[in-house]
C-alpha cells in the first residue's frame, strides 16, 4: 500500500493556502521522487523513460520530473507542450512529439528542428495521411539528415478500465491497424527524409489488470519482427505508459508488475528480430499523487446529508466531472482550527468524522467531488483534494471567469515556491 504523505505534508498545505490564497495547486516533490524511482526499479537503464507532458505541463512540474536522477525525457503532443518542456530545460534529443491532433504547423516544426540539427528523438504518426504530410514537410532536408518516426499502432485489445480512456480499443480514434501500419512501413521504408525507426503503443490510462497491455505489447513485438525483416533501423518499440494510480486504500498492479510480462515476450523472439530500443511514456504515474488541490469551505448547509461547498471544483479538477473520478477530500481545518493528522484514526467513525457530500463552486450541478468523511467545517476551513497532479492543472480552465490556481511546489527540503502566478481576472479578456 503506497504511503500516506498527508501527516508529512498537511502543515505545508495550510501554509501554502495562507501564503498563495485558495484555490493552489501544491505538488510534493518527495512524491515524485518516489514514484520516480519505482518506475525506474521497474525499467531500469537502457529503457528509454518518457514522463507524458500532457499529464500536468506546467514547466516547473515537468522540470520537477525530467531533472530529477532518474532519467526521463519529456513526451509531447503540441509545440505549446513542447515549449513547456523547452522551458523547463529539456532538451530536444530528450523529446519525442506524438499525439493524434498534431497539425502542419507541428510537423514542421520537427522538420526545421532536425534542420537546425536539434531534431527530436522522434515523431511518433498517427496514419498514413500524416506520415505522408512529414515526409513532404522533410523532403528538402539536406542529404544525410533525417527525421526518427515511430508507427502508432492500434492494437485492437480491450484494456480493463474506464471506457473514456480504453485507447486501445480498436474502434477508437488512436493508431494505425496491422495492416494499415505494415502498409505504410512499406510505402515509406525507402524514404530519404524519414527514417522509420519502430512502433509506438498505448494501451490505456488507469489500467486495473496487466492482460490486455500484455497481448497488445505482444501483437506490436510481432509486427516489429515482421518489418524489421527487411528494414534493420525499425528497432524500437515504445509501450507508452497506463501504469494505475488507484485511490490510497485500493488494490492496483504496480509498473512492475507489468514490466515482469516483458522477458517472456521478448525471449519468444528470434534474437535477431527483437528491439534493440524500448521505452515508456508515463504521465499519471508519475505526479497524480504529488498533487493536491487546497481548497477553502464556502458552504455547510443540510440537503437532507450535511453539504459542503468549496472554492475549487470542476474548473480546477474536471475528472469527477467528466467521467465521474474519485478523489478524496480531507480536511486541514476543522471550525478554524488545524488538524493533526499523524494522530488521527483513519476509516469510518474515526475521530468526529462524519459523512458529507462535497461539491465545487461551478453553476453546473456535475460540479460534484462526491462523499466523503469530514469533521465539522465552516465557512473559512481548508480542505485538500487528493491526488490532484495528473489532468487537473493541465485539463482546467477558466468557465465561470475564474483565474487559474497559482502552481506552488513544496520542495525536497521542505520550502514553498511558486512554480507558476494565479492567473488575473485582468487577463480573462
Given at each position: 500500500m503506497t504511503q500516506d504523505r498527508l501527516p508529512a505534508v498537511a502543515a505545508s498545505?495550510?501554509?501554502?493556502?495562507?501564503?498563495?490564497?485558495?484555490?493552489?495547486?501544491?505538488?510534493?516533490?518527495?512524491?515524485?521522487?518516489?514514484?520516480?524511482?519505482?518506475?525506474?526499479?521497474?525499467?531500469?537503464?537502457?529503457?528509454?523513460?518518457?514522463?507524458?507532458?500532457?499529464?500536468n505541463d506546467v514547466a516547473a512540474v515537468i522540470a520537477a520530473v525530467c531533472g530529477a536522477d532518474g532519467g526521463f525525457g519529456a513526451n509531447v503532443v503540441s509545440r505549446g507542450e513542447w515549449a513547456a518542456a523547452a522551458r523547463a530545460g529539456v532538451p530536444n534529443e530528450r523529446i519525442t512529439l506524438e499525439g493524434v491532433g498534431k497539425t502542419d504547423a507541428d510537423l514542421r516544426a520537427a522538420v526545421a528542428a532536425t534542420r537546425r540539427g536539434e531534431g527530436l528523438l522522434w515523431v511518433a504518426v498517427e496514419s498514413a495521411d500524416e506520415l505522408g504530410a512529414l515526409a513532404g514537410f522533410a523532403r528538402r532536408l539536406?542529404?544525410?539528415?533525417?527525421?526518427?518516426?515511430?508507427?502508432r499502432l492500434n492494437p485492437d485489445v480491450a484494456p480493463e478500465t474506464h471506457d473514456s480512456l480504453a485507447v486501445g480499443r480498436g474502434a477508437s480514434k488512436f493508431g494505425l491497424t496491422e495492416t494499415e501500419l505494415t502498409e505504410a512501413a512499406d510505402t515509406f521504408a525507402g524514404s530519404r527524409s524519414l527514417r522509420l525507426r519502430g512502433i509506438h503503443l498505448h494501451v490505456g490510462s488507469q489500467l486495473g489488470a496487466v492482460d490486455a497491455w500484455r497481448d497488445g505489447v505482444r501483437r506490436a513485438l510481432a509486427l516489429v519482427t515482421l518489418v524489421r525483416?527487411?528494414?534493420?533501423?525499425?528497432?524500437?518499440?515504445?509501450?507508452?505508459?497506463?501504469?494505475?494510480?488507484?485511490?490510497l486504500a485500493e488494490p492496483a498492479p504496480d509498473p512492475s508488475r507489468f514490466a515482469r510480462e516483458l522477458p517472456a515476450l521478448l525471449n519468444a523472439l528470434p534474437a535477431d528480430r527483437r528491439p534493440r530500443r524500448l521505452a515508456i511514456?508515463?504521465?499519471?504515474?508519475?505526479?497524480?499523487?504529488?498533487?493536491?488541490?487546497?481548497?477553502?469551505?464556502?458552504?455547510?448547509?443540510?440537503?437532507?446529508?450535511?453539504?459542503?461547498?468549496?472554492?475549487?471544483?470542476?474548473?480546477?479538477?474536471?475528472?469527477?466531472?467528466?467521467?465521474?473520478?474519485?478523489?478524496?477530500?480531507?480536511?486541514?481545518?476543522?471550525?478554524?482550527?488545524?488538524?493533526?493528522?499523524?494522530?488521527?484514526?483513519?476509516?469510518?467513525?474515526?475521530?468526529?468524522?462524519?459523512?458529507?457530500?462535497v461539491h465545487g463552486p461551478i453553476c453546473e450541478s456535475t460540479d460534484a467531488l462526491g462523499e466523503h468523511l469530514l469533521p465539522p467545517l465552516r465557512r473559512g476551513d481548508l480542505v485538500a483534494i487528493r491526488d490532484s497532479g495528473?489532468?487537473?492543472?493541465?485539463?482546467?480552465?477558466t468557465y465561470n471567469g475564474r483565474p487559474r490556481p497559482p502552481q506552488v511546489l513544496l520542495g525536497r527540503d521542505g520550502?514553498?515556491?511558486?512554480?507558476?502566478?494565479?492567473?488575473?481576472?485582468g487577463a480573462l479578456g
Open positions: 498545505l495550510r501554509a501554502a493556502a495562507r501564503r498563495f490564497g485558495t484555490p493552489s495547486f501544491v505538488t510534493d516533490t518527495v512524491s515524485i521522487d518516489g514514484a520516480a524511482a519505482a518506475l525506474v526499479a521497474a525499467f531500469p537503464d537502457p529503457w528509454i523513460r518518457q514522463y507524458s507532458v500532457k499529464a539536406p542529404a544525410g539528415s533525417t527525421v526518427d518516426v515511430l508507427l525483416g527487411g528494414l534493420d533501423d525499425f528497432d524500437t518499440l515504445d509501450v507508452g505508459g497506463g501504469f494505475p494510480v488507484p485511490r511514456e508515463p504521465g499519471r504515474f508519475l505526479v497524480a499523487r504529488a498533487g493536491w488541490l487546497v481548497a477553502q469551505v464556502l458552504h455547510v448547509r443540510s440537503r437532507g446529508v450535511r453539504q459542503v461547498v468549496l472554492d475549487a471544483g470542476m474548473t480546477e479538477l474536471i475528472r469527477p466531472a467528466l467521467y465521474g473520478a474519485l478523489h478524496d477530500v480531507v480536511a486541514l481545518t476543522s471550525l478554524g482550527e488545524p488538524i493533526d493528522h499523524a494522530a488521527r484514526l483513519p476509516g469510518p467513525g474515526a475521530d468526529d468524522s462524519d459523512p458529507a457530500d495528473a489532468y487537473a492543472a493541465s485539463l482546467s480552465s520550502e514553498l515556491r511558486l512554480g507558476r502566478r494565479r492567473g488575473s481576472v
